[in-house]
């Protein structure tokens, strides 16, 4: 609120502005006065018809009050006049925490369920999501230490890179603990940060080096916390498929939790050790620890930031809204036009929020006023709204090129169908083109060139639509040969396996049980030699028994029958066969050497998966690319992993660790 205790001037200096203000003012008046003296010129008998002395001597009045006044307003408003002070915040929390995890291979140790790693995973998550100022930042250490996410304020960042911290992505193992203290320190003084915390994570600390980086961290002002994990007991380290680790004796390894050597390091570091727990325990007194830091910095540091930050609220600019239709007094007569104007800015600089529907149609009235409808959909088809420069458009050609852009080609179509020029047949083409109708758009085409011969474009689309309406026609008369070769050809089979069906006739009518085995047998003989004479002379014969009719038909339709099963299965192995081919030309494109290797049990599901979809509108190209991009393994700590390699590669005079390999 407003508190008129407080009112001041942020620039009071500025008030000195009205000593040359009243000067230059003084000379004006003077000035004006001079120039009136025309008594000295011209006859007395004529002074009573040339001057109007009560009308002048009004005028230079309002004149002057008005000077006075704008001016005044200026000077006000340039002292910066002020009694509301903003709220500000005062103090901003600078602090950053290095949360360090350890991914060597003793993290897989499973005397804390489900493991060592997962039950980290779970408390930097906790941690993170807690956190609610300053910056934090992941690393990781083994044999090297390397950085995941530098500092940052966003939470989802880090988060999302839990999932994939496992010790396969590190290049090398060991457990390297003054590697990461130095690259936790690196990123602190990076970021020009005063607190800092370092957290580790780790179950031992080993490193002869250790000592000295944590000396350097603590001399620069930032702390060192540690989180132990597993138990001292300890428990074997799982491998997949390979039992447990062991040593170079065959020993099982067995790695336990050095918490007496972890509680030495945390002293040296001014910070807490905490061995991890289930709840929030561990959490707690590592805030705790935070926030006294931060409580310490900010004593010194507090009222310096309160003299920086104060910030008043400074009202200058309402008054020069004030000055501004005055000022506009010295250019123009016509004052009574200019006090409706200001009166109407005032009330739009003052009016009260409405809501989006009024502001709304007080916009469109306001645009109504400056700007025709075809304007304003012209303004909108080039800002990329053009479904409503499709609503605001009264020319119909207008329209349907804004429906056109919009996709809408139906209503696009409506609009063109009422006009006849050169252009709007074009446009019709193309949008017949776009749903489809070939054949019209072909037609608008040659109709928009006998009009206007020079459309080149309209030449152009005729051609290409005439090109695929003739491949069309082609390929429609390939399908229906190759229809008829394969009736044909399938009709010679039925011919050349009669014998073998009819057997299989045969033994079926024995199956069943038919008393007349010896006549089932002979009757597709006579039945083939009776089909063959139809075909010759084109006469049935009539005199064959019932019996032999009967089976003969079924015999034929056993034909038919495993000829369709053959001619599908025949048809499914040249899809298989093409879909492999198309495979193996991706895999290669691409090189997808370990997608090769983990997914085969996928690949062949994903195969039979794109042969059941042949009725998709997709060509072979997409579905190579589709099966091949299915192939791909979802493997987050592929990229971690390629990162650490090549970072660890660029490294110049590096150790090769403590000689640990867990």
Not at 393 to 421: C, I, M, R, S, V
Not at 443 to 455: F, G, I, K, V
Not at 537 to 543: A, I, M, T
């Amino acid at each position: 609120m407003m508190n008129w205790t407080d009112f001041h001037f942020l620039r009071p200096y500025a008030l000195l502005t009205f000593l040359p203000f009243i000067i230059l003012l003084y000379f004006w008046f003077k000035r004006r006065q001079q120039s009136g003296q025309w008594a000295s010129v011209c006859d007395p008998q004529l002074l009573p018809y040339l001057i109007l002395p009560e009308t002048r001597s009004a005028n230079t009045h309002y004149t002057t009050l008005l000077i006075v006044l704008t001016g005044s307003l200026a000077i006000f408003a340039l002292a910066g006049p002020t009694m509301e002070r903003l709220p500000q915040p005062v103090f901003r929390e600078q602090s950053a925490l290095i949360i360090t995890l350890d991914l060597s291979r003793s993290m897989l140790a499973t005397d804390v369920k489900p493991s060592r790693l997962e039950r980290a995973r779970y408390k930097i998550a906790d941690i993170v999501n807690r956190r609610q100022t300053g910056q934090t930042a992941l690393l990781v250490f083994a044999g090297s230490a390397f950085v995941v996410t530098p500092l940052t304020d966003d939470k989802e960042t880090i988060l999302s890179q839990l999932s994939a911290l496992t010790p396969n992505i590190m290049p090398i193992q060991g457990g390297r603990t003054d590697l990461a203290l130095t690259k936790a320190v690196e990123l602190l003084q990076q970021a020009s940060v005063k607190t800092g915390q370092v957290l580790l994570i780790t179950d031992e600390a080993e490193s002869n080096h250790t000592l000295n980086e944590i000396q350097k961290l603590t001399n620069l002002g930032y702390q060192l916390s540690i989180f132990g994990v597993g138990t001292p007991e300890g428990a074997p380290i799982p491998i997949t498929k390979e039992g447990f680790l062991k040593d170079n004796q065959g020993n099982i390894v067995i790695p336990t939790l050095d918490e007496a050597h972890l509680m030495q390091l945390t002293t040296q570091g001014n910070g807490i050790y905490q061995r991890l727990a289930i709840d929030d325990s561990d959490t707690n007194a590592l805030f705790a620890l935070i926030d006294q830091g931060l409580h310490q910095k900010s004593n010194a540091t507090t009222q310096e930031a309160q003299l920086h930050v104060e910030r008043w609220y400074e009202l200058g600019t309402y008054l020069l809204l004030l000055a501004l239709p005055f000022s506009a007094f010295a250019f123009r007569r016509g004052y009574f036009v200019i006090i409706p104007l200001t009166i109407g800015i005032l009330s739009l600089h003052l009016s009260p929020p409405v809501y989006a529907e009024e502001a709304q149609a007080k916009s469109s009235i306001w645009q109504n006023l400056w700007a025709t409808p075809d304007q304003q959909a012209s303004q909108a088809l080039q800002t990329g709204d053009a479904k409503t420069a499709a609503t605001l458009f009264d020319n119909p050609e207008w329209k349907a090129a804004a429906h056109y852009k919009a996709g809408e080609y139906e209503q696009a179509l409506q609009n063109l169908e009422t006009l006849n020029t050169p252009t709007s047949l074009y446009n019709k083409g193309n949008t017949l083109t776009k749903l489809g109708k070939y054949e019209e758009a072909h037609n608008a085409y040659e109709q928009a060139l006998a009009q206007d011969p020079s459309l080149e474009d309209a030449r152009y689309n005729k051609e290409q639509v005439k090109k695929f309406l003739e491949e069309q026609k082609k390929q429609a008369e390939q399908n229906k040969q190759d229809k008829n070769q394969a009736s044909d050809k399938q009709d010679k089979n039925n011919d050349k396996k009669d014998p073998d069906n009819s057997s299989q006739g045969q033994q079926n009518a024995e199956q069943q049980g038919n008393k007349e085995g010896d006549n089932a047998q002979n009757s597709p003989k006579d039945a083939g030699q009776q089909n063959q004479s139809q075909a010759e002379n084109g006469e049935k014969k009539q005199d064959e028994p019932s019996n032999d009719s009967e089976s003969q038909q079924s015999a034929t339709d056993g034909q038919n029958t495993q000829s369709d099963k053959q001619a599908n299965a025949s048809e499914q192995k040249t899809l298989a066969d093409k879909e492999k081919e198309q495979q193996a030309k991706a895999q290669q494109q691409a090189s997808a050497t370990d997608a090769q290797s983990e997914e085969k049990p996928e690949t062949d599901k994903t195969a039979n998966a794109v042969s059941s979809e042949t009725t998709k509108p997709m060509s072979e190209e997409q579905t190579a690319q589709e099966q091949w991009l299915r192939r791909i393994p979802d493997d987050p700590s592929g990229l971690l992993r390629r990162k650490f390699r090549y970072q660890y590669s660029q490294q110049q005079n590096f150790d090769m660790g403590t000689g640990k390999e867990w």
